[in-house]
């Protein structure tokens, strides 16, 4: 489950950093202390689910939300009760107050996951996933691939299809990298720009500002980039 976190203090966002670290499954894609800056990472990039506070300088958690189309689910964080009936209008799973108890975390964390389970379901026509076999299905044209997912080496967005790249060929899918994003489990493929993801253990070298896998250099876009190096970090 792929999550944000958005609160103006460094030391709630550390908090929940240190939480999602212990809960299998859920990756932080990233943190921001900014809900201008988060607004904008959440339109190049599908999260399952923010953690979102709510009284913040620049844009309110709420107004975040009202600026959404589809917004993601959203567990608030606050130090002010009295939010608690907004959180209610947004449907929110959790509400969750500071200082952040784990309990309290993991108990919403779960309430995220069961509601959704249902969004999991057999992916567009050009997709489909067998993550217990470890491979995808790729309609390209009259055909359709069986990729194994260790055969993937990275995804690159191309107009209204995606090219899969393995050792031994390209194939192009008529979907968008949104949904392949879906069906690659995650931390191990990763997006580093809009255009691309990329499988973490072909990566061969990480530089500055892109990655190579099999001599092909790869870009890392800014808004991606803090994400995918703390990876690495140990």
Not at 16 to 29: M, N, S, T, W
Not at 90 to 106: C, Q, R, T
Not at 109 to 124: G, M
Not at 162 to 178: D, G, H, N
Request: proline share 7%; net charge positive.
């Amino acid at each position: 489950m792929r999550c944000l976190a958005i609160d103006d203090e460094p030391k709630a966002l550390a908090i929940i950093r240190h939480y999602a670290e212990k809960v299998p499954g859920l990756v932080l894609l990233g943190e921001f202390r900014s809900g201008v800056d988060a607004l904008q990472f959440l339109h190049q990039e599908p999260a399952d689910l923010i953690f979102l506070d709510i009284n913040m300088p620049d844009l309110t958690g709420i107004e975040l939300l009202q600026t959404l189309s589809r917004p993601p689910l959203v567990i608030f964080t606050t130090a002010y009760s009295e939010y608690a009936v907004q959180s209610y209008d947004w449907d929110a799973v959790g509400y969750l107050l500071k200082p952040i108890e784990f309990s309290k975390f993991l108990k919403a964390v779960n309430k995220a996951q069961a509601r959704l389970a249902p969004k999991y379901t057999p992916a567009p026509t050009a997709l489909s996933a067998s993550p217990a076999a470890g491979y995808i299905l790729i309609k390209s044209g009259v055909q359709t691939y069986q990729v194994k997912l260790t055969d993937i080496l990275y995804a690159e967005a191309s107009g209204n299809h995606v090219v899969l790249v393995t050792p031994e060929r390209k194939i192009i899918a008529l979907c968008s990298l949104q949904e392949l994003t879906k069906l690659l489990p995650a931390p191990v493929f990763f997006r580093i720009h809009k255009s691309y993801i990329v499988a973490l253990p072909h990566v061969a070298v990480i530089e500055s500002y892109q990655v190579k896998i099999k001599n092909c250099a790869i870009p890392i876009g800014k808004t991606y980039r803090e994400a995918f190096l703390r990876l690495f970090k140990p």
